[in-house]
């Protein structure tokens, strides 16, 4: 059965149903449903007031739905939602199974939200949610504003860098004004290195006083004026820099 016209108007073909209940179905067999349009003609599907779908049911492996442009030319593949709910536009893998998988070429990935963006895991793994540089020369780059950044967490945190530098593992406030504040519960601070612990300031005026305690370690301390106590159980090596009013005491038990 062929349905033709020849007439130069949108319409030129109308499948309509009159009455307000009624229905088109359009089923086909093996040789499937094939829509296309000449160039410049769009093709528009539109549903009101009810939930609606575009599913494929499969039968076996790798039989994949794809939605896509084609053609290298600046063009978008845009999902919208006018939506007001907090799952707006839902991305969701039902099977037990599944993932999601999101690559892209050089221009990245870009996250723009006016609300909290939220990365969450029910695995119970010790990689439950990973951020990954996988290029040799790649890195992460976390920027924050005035709130900071906060990390919680009811196991270990652990920040290792396998980096041969000195630097390998640098914590840097970089406003002049800018501090490093380290508080621990009962079980204090422990710092372990096979190579030499090296405490430097260049602070002009008195401050405050501090505590250094070592077991078997050896300690280079570096001041200019404020007060330094070190308790060490081998070696100690001080240094003052400029030293005129303030004091650095260095016991030794053996």
Not at 33 to 41: C, R
Not at 152 to 167: F, I, P, R, Y
Not at 205 to 225: D, K
């Amino acid at each position: 059965v062929n349905i033709a016209s020849s007439q130069a108007a949108a319409t030129a073909i109308v499948i309509e149903t009159l009455d307000n209940t009624g229905g088109i179905d359009i089923n086909g067999k093996a040789g499937g449903i094939t829509i296309d349009t000449a160039p410049s003609g769009a093709i528009s599907i539109d549903a009101i007031g009810v939930s609606s779908n575009l599913t494929l049911t499969s039968t076996a492996n790798d039989q994949d739905l794809t939605v896509s442009t084609a053609g290298a030319f600046d063009t978008s593949l845009i999902l919208a939602s006018s939506g007001t709910g907090v799952d707006a536009l839902r991305l969701f893998a039902s099977a037990t199974g599944g993932g999601i998988d999101i690559d892209s070429g050089t221009f990245g990935i870009t996250i723009d939200s006016s609300g909290t963006i939220g990365m969450v895991s029910s695995l119970a793994s010790a990689s439950a949610l990973r951020l990954n540089a996988s290029n040799a020369g790649g890195g992460i780059d976390i920027d924050s504003g005035t709130f900071g950044i906060t990390i919680d967490s009811t196991g270990t945190v652990g920040m290792v860098s396998s980096l041969s530098s000195a630097s390998a593992l640098r914590l840097n406030t970089s406003n002049a004004g800018g501090g490093i504040d380290i508080d621990s519960g009962t079980q204090g601070i422990t710092i372990d290195t096979t190579g030499r612990l090296h405490f430097t300031s260049t602070l002009t005026a008195p401050s405050g006083s501090g505590t250094i305690t070592t077991s078997g370690a050896v300690v280079t301390g570096t001041s200019t004026a404020f007060d330094t106590e070190i308790d060490s159980g081998d070696s100690i090596y001080a240094t003052v820099l400029g030293l005129t009013e303030d004091r650095i005491v260095v016991s030794r038990t053996n």
